[in-house]
């Protein structure tokens, strides 16, 4: 077991450092931020200034090595736009963040259970279609489109939520039932697959002839061991939320949190921001990949009796 | 089994009634004034009583929906104008520009004038007051401009201040402005200089950042970073009292999301309207702005050094149909100069190219144009509407049966081809900027051959003399005559193929008296509600 969770861990370690090195190189190869930050007709003198000043005059290998030897020590140099530690924006950031998703998570996972296990009960059902329908229409339609669309039936023609921003809790509704359609779409119809292989196992068949009640069949039998492909889904989507949706739904609501901090460094160039807060969607997510690799051990005694 | 079908169906008309109720209008919007006019101002209907006592000075908070964060609230740091927008309201220049002009009126200075060749002299008001209680006098204006100035703070505001140097205390409440050379824009260029507590300022430090102090009608309450700014009247403020107490600025980055907001009544002003968006605010202002979407022609290149072929360009151009089909009238066809014809210096007496296909023809055969392939370049999601811009104006060209190959790049690749002055492009889209209104800026930047972006004819001998002689030319009406007479060579000898300028949009609470200023500021000390 403690073989696993250090394997575990030092993959999370290996993800972030590769992650941190590509972006570092990305932002470094796609433009030259000083032309980006001064004015069209900026001076000579001035373009030289700045670099100088960033420090961008100095060979790539140079600038890594500075980069990587603060970096090692939590320190991603002051956000260009903002003139503060990168590293600070960025966090001040993730509460927002962390408060939409978990909100969207939660809807979802309500929402993606017992869609996908009523509609594995009667497979081809009536019921089966609704729900299949449902989750399809929760992956089809773009977060952008949604978002909109439910700002001008909830705000502005029913008047019963702000349209954007971050408040009270009626501030949430609106972002987080947006952000949450997708990976409840994804996650339902995982739920319903992995139900339907495990009530066709034998162990089911074997509990049903015993005259265990249907009931207790599907909730504690078949969920339990459709657990595992379940989690690993929730995991796959919790880390996708953190790490892409986020930013249109943040961008749309204008929730500040950390997706919309990404756009905001991209659009005024500003690469140590962008890097910090690349780098802590990279340690959240992989975070989260690791409690669910943990988790597994929780559902799977096999993996618990590994050592 | 018809009862699935049933139940499918019902599903099926819910969902399809919940998008049409969602997508119906509300109500049908009202209509605004004509793009690029000031809303006529309606008469009330006059009310039974005659006696009116003094109008009752409504006090509701305003929220003002902006489409970013600022970058800070130092007003002398990277110039961004979102932070501009802002930090108007904490903080005031020596003089301000009037309204709708470029004309100036006294702030924190109640008079000027040139000294010598290098020096302004400013008189300053004595009854100023820091928001932390220190008195503002001279030793405050020079010591912001030599902190604004400092190398160290690598501002973004130079090139707004070029030529200013120093600034030095004559008395308490008089102060020089010093310059390198000659600088009739001094006083101009002090309208965007916003003055700051210098010892405040160093007691904060890095800080100073959030935390703005100064000697404006509002002052800072909080900053909620990614979200909005929150100023509150400043109740010691010398001048008149602004009638709004509270003013909050919400940062909605996606467009539709601020038309929303609007809409629904939780702002009550919203910063860059799109064009299309006109038919869908409750009311809407727009004011000529001060960007000019142009092509920079690369003067120098074997074809296009021949005068008739830049014409040409212009003429293949339908500059009204690129007004009113792309912008919803929400622009005006620039008058052959690279500015407007208000600008001190603008000259009244030029007229657009007009579209003329069969001239422009004429023009090439003429010049002995045989299909060579001219290359244009440009970009995408900067400025409003550049990638359809540069799209309808490469087919347009395409149409005079000049060979045109239109390539986008995305912004950075653009910029490093933008600034390559020693390979330069044949046609280069760019939207400048003009906030100082002033003709220097296009002349020595653009057309003389040192400019910075120049790809202008070098070979034009009186030209570059001509242009820096005005640079520094102190009478002003000799300046003013001089550049409207350079247009008109810049006419007939085209550097650009000249475009528009474009509005700027507002959409506005109809029960606010608001007018939008040229210079992009909103000054809350210039609204009222109506009721």
Known sequence: MHRYIIGRLLFAIVVVLAASVLVWLLTHWVGDPVKLLLPLDASRDQVEQLRSSLGLDQPLWVQFKAFAAKAVRGDFGDSLWQRRPAMTVAMERLPATIKLVGAAFLVAVILAIPLGVLASIKPGSALDRVTSILALQGVC??????????????????????TSGIGGFNYLILPALTLSLRPMGRMAQMVRSAMLDQLGEQYVTTARAKGVSELKVVLVHALKNAAISIVTIAGWELGRMLAGYTVVVEWLFTWPGIGMLVIQAIDNWDFPLLQASVILIGVTVSMVNLFVDLSYSFFDPRIRGED | MSWKKVLVLLLALVLVGTLAAACKKKEEPKAGPTPGQQEPKKEEPKKEEPKKEEPKV????????????????????????????????????????????????????????????????????????????????????????????????????????????????????????????????????????????????QSVGKDVVEKAVGTGPYKLVKWDRGSGIELARNDAYWGP?????????????????????????????ARDMLPEFKDQMPGFKSISGVEFPVFRINAKHPILKDKRIRQALNYAVDKEALKDQLYSGFARVTQCQQGKVEFPGGNPNLKPYPLDVAKAKQLLADAGYK???????????????????????????????????????????????????????????????????????????????????????????????????LRSEMDIQKRNAGYAALWERACDDPPWIYLLNLDDIYGVDPNLNFDPRQDQKILVQEITWKK
Do not use: C
């Not at chain 2, 009638?243 to 467009?255: N, P, R, S």
């Open chain 2, 241 to 269: 009292k602004p009638a709004i107490g509270k003013v909050t600025f919400k940062f909605q980055k996606e467009d539709a999301t601020r038309l929303m907001a609007l809409r629904n009544g939780e702002v009550h002003i």
């Open chain 1, 141 to 162: 339609i773009p977060d952008f489109w949604l978002g909109l669309l439910m700002m001008m039936l909830f705000s502005v023609k029913l008047g019963w939520l702000p």
């Open chain 2, 58 to 201: 409504i006090d509701k908070p305003l929220v003002i929906g902006m489409g970013a964060d600022p970058n800070s609230l130092d007003p002398h740091a990277l110039n961004d104008g979102n932070e501009r927008l802002i930090t108007a309201n904490i903080f005031e220049p020596l003089v301000r520009q009037l309204p709708t002009s470029f004309e100036l009126k006294p702030l924190l200075a109640t008079k000027w004038e040139n000294v010598n060749d290098t020096t302004w002299r400013f008189w300053l008001r004595n009854d100023v007051k820091f928001h932390n209680g220190e008195p503002f006098n001279a030793e405050s204006v020079a010591g912001t401009v030599k902190r604004a100035l400092n190398p160290e703070l690598n501002s973004g505001y130079l090139d707004l201040w070029e030529g200013i140097s120093d600034a030095k205390v004559v008395e308490p409440f008089v102060v020089d402005i010093i310059t390198k050379d000659r600088n009739p824009l001094v006083p101009m260029r002090m309208a965007w200089f916003p003055m700051m507590d210098p010892k405040y300022v």
């Open chain 2, 371 to 469: 299909g060579q392939k001219i290359e244009m370049i440009g970009e995408r999601g900067r400025w409003l509407k550049d990638g359809e811009l540069i799209e309808a104006v490469g087919a347009m060209v395409k149409d005079i049966g000049v060979n045109v190959d239109v390539k986008i790049l995305e912004f950075s690749k653009w910029l490093e081809v933008y600034f390559d002055l020693g390979n330069p492009t044949d046609l280069i889209f760019v939207s400048n900027s003009f906030d100082l209104g002033d003709q220097d800026r296009p002349f020595s930047g653009y057309i003389a051959s040192t400019g910075r972006s120049s790809t202008y004819l070098d070979n034009i001998p009186d030209l570059d003399a001509k242009i820096l002689e």
